[in-house]
């Protein structure tokens, strides 16, 4: 089983900056797409951004140019950096693993973060 622990979250005004890490266990990290999603009080879960094991990167077009998804493979912990941030980038965020190895299909998700930037 794998265990995403992701911290990073907190309170900051509009217009600063965080940056979220999300440590994975197990061994497939290196193989796996690694995801950002978030959810806001009374919405859906959405897609934030993606990396996937062969270095493409995939955002939402709501944050593109101001958040950045990258991965350390040897650290197996994928990062989100966010910066311009806007209210309403609350959210509480998760990160993702997911991928399929032959007949073998993974989907793992994280506890989440709360993120709250105020006005």
């Known amino acids: 089983q794998v265990q995403l622990v992701e911290s990073g979250g907190g309170l900051v005004q509009a217009g600063g900056s965080l940056r979220l890490s999300c440590a994975a266990s197990g061994s497939r990290f290196s193989i796996s797409a690694m995801g950002w999603y978030r959810q806001a009080p009374g919405k859906q879960r959405e897609l934030v951004a993606v990396?996937?094991?062969?270095?493409?990167?995939t955002y939402a077009d709501s944050v593109k140019g101001r958040f950045t998804i990258s991965r350390d493979n040897a650290k197996k912990t994928v990062y989100l950096q966010m910066s311009s941030l806007k209210p309403e980038d609350t959210a509480v965020y998760y990160c993702n693993q997911k991928g399929s190895l032959f007949l073998d299909d993974w989907d793992y998700w994280g506890q989440g973060t709360q993120v709250t930037v105020s006005s």
């Open positions: 990396s996937t094991s062969d270095g493409r990167t």
